[in-house]
């Protein structure tokens, strides 16, 4: 008894050929997931995102002075603060600058500004302050 294969849409090879398509459909859109990375060169530029890309944010710090970074509240809502960290020392002793890490996700597409204060956390934010921002725009 032979049967008709002519009848079936997809054979094994047709089935594994389709499989491989959809990874790398899907892989695609995790590939061109970016991470841009941001200094204190960008202040007062702009930032374009696309929703997938992650945005990393280096700043020079001096914890050992009390002076750190602060996202202020007042920040856009398009970004959502997904860690925070510091770079070592690369030279041994106290007082030495690190770069505070600030890593972000964007939550949905529009325009806002990113703004941060440096200041010392038992002190009110002051108009005199170092103060860092950006123009992001999420696609």
Known sequence: MQFDR???PLGSL???????????????EIA????????DADKG??????LGDKLELRLPSNPSTGY????????TPLLKLARQSQTEHTEPGVGRPVFQVFKFEPKRGGEGVLLLHYVRSWLPPTPEDEKFNVRIVVE
């Open 14 to 28: 047709g089935w594994f050929f389709l499989c491989v398509l959809l990874a790398f459909i899907c892989r695609s």
């Open 68 to 75: 750190m970074w602060y996202v202020e509240k007042g920040s």
């Open 6 to 8: 002519s009848n079936r």
């Open 32 to 39: 061109f997931a970016a991470t841009k990375v941001v200094t």
């Open 45 to 50: 530029g702009q930032v374009r995102l696309k």
